[in-house]
């Protein structure tokens, strides 16, 4: 399941810019652009063109020499390559104001991803309707989300909590967990994770701040 | 302002991990441990152990062969690394659902930022206490983040008004942007941007999954 062997030889590092690229073509499209270039693109991103080209070549060609990308024709195949060319359910853990920001998030429906079951372990949170989600308990995870086969996850509870949970997840199946918690998850090598952590990325910044 | 001359010939990556590090070595900590080893944390972290010791390499000796790691040692040195041994004051943007989950997250005070102003354009908003600050009116952003030197923000409003704060905190001397809204900013070369976009980090799994 956590296998693409057709490009496993692709460095995870240009997988990880594959989103950025289709996020950016998706606001070009908004803006009601039809044809773009690496240097255009590149210029919005901060990334060098040559960058953009070699990344964008692993998947075959895209665009001709001097004629540019057609936006919608690169959306499409970028969609495909990162599998979002369908609608992926996930399952959110942790209903207190992180969860309930992202219950509310309209940003995923339109790429790629539908939160289809929201948990919680506090009583006075369970059977509550929030962002329209009845909020379930947490010791119905393991069975709703096996029976419903749902194969991505997001951890919005303390860090206390956030390993349990991911053992949960594990174990009802899910094969990628977005972990909200300032903590390091230990899963089986066959998970994806990802970390938001907004702190990283402060720190990341004030590294390059004079004191 | 942006610069960090005695270590500008350190990979941006490497930068990035150093959080990371730090994060993993706080937990070691509260869980009571004093020594650490590249070993250890590597398995916490799964990062290969030569990785980290080539990583802190860069900022000399932290440990001699087979003894392992101080970890408070270490932390202290880390914090000075990446300049939050002391604290910085942010400025939040958009107190939507999604600021409001930020001014409410407890993880920033211990690991080097304090938020200290909050702003909104929404009148129903503007006056309104929420998580302890007033909020504040957009229209006040230069005066306030300027008058008290506030070097970092974190913008949380819909995509479409992004790059117009953006240009409200450069004007307003702010070096550093953590950016959650779903769109690239362009900025001045001295800025750092960071982006925190959760469907970045669920398409780079989605990757990975068989179709």
Redesign the interface.
């Known amino acids: 399941?956590?296998?693409?062997h057709e490009n496993s030889n692709i460095p995870d590092?240009v997988?990880?810019r594959?989103?950025?690229y289709?996020?950016?073509l998706n606001?070009l499209s908004s803006e009601g652009y039809e044809i773009t270039s690496s240097h255009e693109l590149g210029q919005?991103?901060?990334i060098s063109s040559a960058q953009i080209r070699k990344d964008l070549s692993h998947f075959g060609g895209f665009g001709k020499q001097g004629t540019g990308y057609q936006i919608e024709f690169l959306q499409d195949k970028l969609r495909k390559?990162?599998?979002?060319d369908?609608e992926?359910e996930?399952a959110l853990v942790g209903m207190g104001?992180?969860g309930?920001?992202?219950a509310?998030?309209k940003?995923?429906a339109d790429?790629?991803?539908h939160i289809s079951a929201c948990f919680d372990s506090a009583p006075d949170k369970v059977g509550k309707k929030i962002a329209g989600f009845v909020v379930q308990p947490l010791s119905e995870l393991i069975t709703v989300v096996s029976e419903r086969n749902i194969?991505?996850a997001?951890i919005a509870v303390p860090?206390e909590h956030a390993q349990s949970v991911a053992n949960l997840l594990v174990e009802a199946g899910v094969?990628?967990i977005?972990n909200y918690a300032?903590?390091?998850l230990?899963v089986p090598p066959h998970m994806?994770?990802?970390?938001?952590?907004?702190?990283?990325?402060?720190?990341?910044?004030?590294?390059?701040?004079?004191?």
Chains 1, 2 share one sequence.
Request: aromatic share 12%.
């Open positions: 399941m956590a296998s693409n590092i997988i990880g594959l989103p950025i289709l996020r950016a606001r919005r991103l901060g390559v990162l599998h979002v369908r992926w996930v104001d992180l309930k920001a992202i509310h998030y940003g995923f790429r790629g991803f194969q991505l997001m860090a094969h990628g977005l300032p903590i390091n230990t994806q994770v990802q970390y938001i952590d907004p702190v990283v990325g402060l720190q990341r910044m004030t590294y390059y701040f004079d004191e």
